[in-house]
């Protein structure tokens, strides 16, 4: 393959090609660059220089650097942890009424995940006190009244494993369910729900 550099700067690409039938013919192909594309001198923008072959070399200016994700965990050491999955319209405000009493913590929330199919806002809760639960249960009536249809929101342990609805529960009977489902963080810093 070899570059041609007409006068109007654009790069034509002249290569010859073996043709698959037969062996013994030639066939040429011709690509065309748009002019625009070739720089106006040796050194093009930052980070490519222009090659004597027609070509571009590539380079990067500073090292990689290596990244360290930021990884939630729960803090508090004797909090407990679940999960609660709803509908991804409400995240924001359950999550501010999860957060609204100071006993309880969102370590890990995602609006909008897939699980299982279905399109679902994801709480991972650490809570070292239940008071919180009141204005969830206010949120979740007044959105429930507000909107057409209803909505639920679900406690999972362990993330995955189902425990069931807090549907149909009063603050005493969700509190209870939750401590019997939830496991509790022995260390801070260690994620186990």
């Given at each position: 393959?070899?570059?041609?550099?007409?006068?109007?700067?654009?790069?034509?690409y002249?290569?010859?090609?073996?043709?698959?039938?037969?062996?013994?013919?030639?066939?040429?192909?011709?690509?065309?660059?748009?002019?625009?594309?070739?720089?106006?001198?040796?050194?093009?923008?930052?980070?490519?220089?222009?090659?004597?072959?027609?070509?571009?070399?590539?380079?990067?200016?500073?090292?990689?650097?290596?990244?360290?994700?930021?990884?939630?965990?729960?803090?508090?050491?004797?909090?407990?942890?679940?999960?609660?999955?709803?509908?991804?319209?409400?995240?924001?405000?359950?999550?501010?009424?999860?957060?609204?009493?100071?006993?309880?913590?969102?370590?890990?929330?995602?609006?909008?995940?897939?699980?299982?199919?279905?399109?679902?806002a994801?709480?991972?809760?650490?809570?070292?006190?239940?008071?919180?639960?009141?204005?969830?249960?206010?949120?979740?009536?007044?959105?429930?009244?507000?909107?057409?249809?209803?909505?639920?929101?679900?406690?999972?342990?362990?993330?995955?494993?189902?425990?069931?609805?807090?549907?149909?529960?009063s603050?005493?009977?969700?509190?209870?369910?939750?401590?019997?489902?939830?496991?509790?963080?022995?260390?801070?810093?260690?994620?186990?729900?």
């Amino acid at each position: 393959m070899r570059a041609i550099r007409p006068p109007n700067s654009a790069l034509v690409y002249h290569a010859f090609l073996r043709a698959p039938r037969d062996p013994g013919m030639t066939r040429s192909a011709h690509l065309t660059y748009n002019a625009k594309s070739a720089p106006p001198d040796e050194r093009g923008r930052a980070g490519r220089v222009w090659r004597s072959d027609g070509m571009y070399n590539f380079w990067r200016k500073q090292k990689w650097s290596p990244v360290q994700p930021k990884r939630d965990t729960p803090e508090m050491t004797s909090a407990w942890l679940f999960t609660l999955r709803s509908v991804p319209h409400h995240f924001a405000e359950i999550k501010a009424a999860i957060e609204s009493t100071g006993d309880a913590r969102v370590w890990f929330g995602e609006p909008l995940a897939y699980l299982e199919g279905r399109g679902v806002a994801l709480f991972r809760v650490e809570a070292t006190g239940f008071n919180y639960l009141s204005n969830l249960y206010a949120f979740w009536e007044e959105g429930e009244r507000n909107e057409a249809t209803g909505f639920d929101i679900r406690l999972y342990t362990q993330n995955k494993q189902l425990a069931g609805s807090l549907r149909g529960l009063s603050l005493q009977q969700a509190e209870a369910f939750i401590k019997e489902h939830a496991s509790q963080n022995q260390a801070a810093g260690i994620a186990v729900s």
